[in-house]
């Protein structure tokens, strides 16, 4: 699976950004979905999840209630909604696909492919 992560760029707090990934390669639908970010001298975490039909989603503490992320299946491609932007949301984020049976949404060694990474960076 190939993955293309698109959408990142500098945005003011408050303000809004949408991410895409596109993937390619596989039966998409087979692919549970992730977002991840990791910013400068950190590691790199979770931030949102969708299982395969995209009737299930997962958040870390500190996006839910700001961030969605959505499927297309029909489109092969996955989506991050970002609302509220705040200035600790800087950071490169990621999108990866995995197909386990059994998957935590937090671990990304359960990820087996991974996009390039697309820049956010949200300023005061």
């Known amino acids: 699976v190939q993955l293309q992560a698109s959408g990142g760029g500098l945005v003011q707090a408050g303000g809004s950004l949408r991410l895409s990934c596109a993937a390619s390669g596989r039966t998409f639908s087979n692919y549970y979905m992730g977002w991840f970010r990791q910013a400068p001298g950190k590691e790199r975490e979770f931030v949102a999840a969708?299982?395969?039909?995209?009737?299930?989603?997962y958040y870390t503490d500190s996006v839910k209630g700001r961030f969605t992320i959505s499927r297309d299946n029909a489109k092969s491609t996955v989506y991050l909604q970002m609302n509220s932007l705040k200035p600790e949301d800087t950071a490169v984020y990621y999108c990866?696909?995995?197909?386990?049976?059994?998957?935590?949404?937090?671990?990304?060694?359960?990820?087996?492919?991974w996009g390039q990474g697309t820049q956010v960076t949200v300023s005061s």
């Open positions: 990866a696909s995995g197909n386990r049976d059994l998957w935590s949404t937090r671990i990304t060694g359960h990820y087996d492919y």
């Open positions: 969708i299982t395969r039909s995209g009737t299930l989603t």
